[in-house]
Nanobody, 123 residues
Framework: QVQLVESGGGSVQAGGSLRLSCAASGYTYSSYWMGWFRQAPGKEREGVAAISPSGSITDYTGSVKGRFTISRDNAKNTLYLQMNSLKPEDTAMYYC????????????????WGQGTQVTVSS
């Protein structure tokens, strides 16, 4: 079955960096759109970044543009999110998600989700 396992979260000070990874298994990874999402306490889950199956198309929510970079390694079935210049408002649980055709690529209608990894940014 489809499995998505996130790692790389942690606690950092504002201005710091983290690199999240998402290991995928149980499906043809290279055929699926992948996305990173986050959810802070009391807030709705929001799309952070998405990437096409080949990696040629990416998109970001406005608040992370220029700071975060999504990438994928189809040979390793792994998705990444490089997060630089982190801010306290980036604090959230971060999830990766997969779907063959998600519609709005930063929308939350992805079929498969990981369990999440916590990112905490202190000021």
């Amino acid at each position: 079955q489809v499995q998505l396992v996130e790692s790389g979260g942690g606690s950092v000070q504002a201005g710091g960096s983290l690199r999240l990874s998402c290991a995928a298994s149980g499906y043809t990874y290279s055929s699926y759109w992948m996305g990173w999402f986050r959810q802070a306490p009391g807030k709705e889950r929001e799309g952070v970044a998405a990437i096409s199956p080949s990696g040629s198309i990416t998109d970001y929510t406005g608040s992370v543009k220029g700071r975060f970079t999504i990438s994928r390694d189809n040979a390793k079935n792994t998705l990444y999110l490089q997060m630089n210049s982190l801010k306290p408002e980036d604090t959230a649980m971060y999830y990766c998600a997969a779907d063959p055709a998600p519609g709005r690529i930063l929308g939350t209608k992805y079929n498969y989700w990981g369990q999440g990894t916590q990112v905490t940014v202190s000021s």
